[in-house]
């Protein structure tokens, strides 16, 4: 098992909601941030959410005021919660943790699909 271990993927209907987790297996005060990108189809990965240690968040232009992202020290977990979720969003969704020497650690993906 991997640094970062995601879950919560699936299919949804348009308008749905799902919950992305983050397992990391040590502490997350260890990171300088984590987060999540995506990749969809014949496109290059991109920025979906960070959440560095100060606890600020910061998003992606095309899900702000959808997603939330958070975390949870005591389980070792960020969370990516998806409201209002459209077709565009459909895309594998890693998760990401940066360490202080620069090197950024992913998870293995967890597949999104919207559609009806």
């Known amino acids: 098992q991997g640094l970062l271990v995601e879950s919560g993927g699936g299919l949804v209907q348009p308008g749905g909601s799902l919950r992305l987790s983050c397992a990391a297996s040590r502490s997350i005060f260890s990171f300088n941030f984590m987060g999540w990108y995506r990749q969809a189809p014949g496109k290059e990965r991109e920025l979906v959410a960070t959440?560095?240690?100060?606890?600020?968040?910061n998003y992606a232009d095309a899900v702000k005021g959808r997603f939330t992202i958070s975390r949870d020290h005591a389980k070792r977990t960020v969370y990516l919660q998806m409201n209002s979720l459209k077709p565009e969003d459909t895309a594998v969704y890693y998760c990401?943790?940066?360490?202080?020497?620069?090197?950024?650690?992913w998870g293995q993906g967890t597949q999104v699909t919207v559609s009806s």
């Open positions: 959440i560095p240690m100060d606890g600020s968040t």
């Open positions: 990401i943790a940066r360490v202080p020497s620069g090197d950024n650690y």
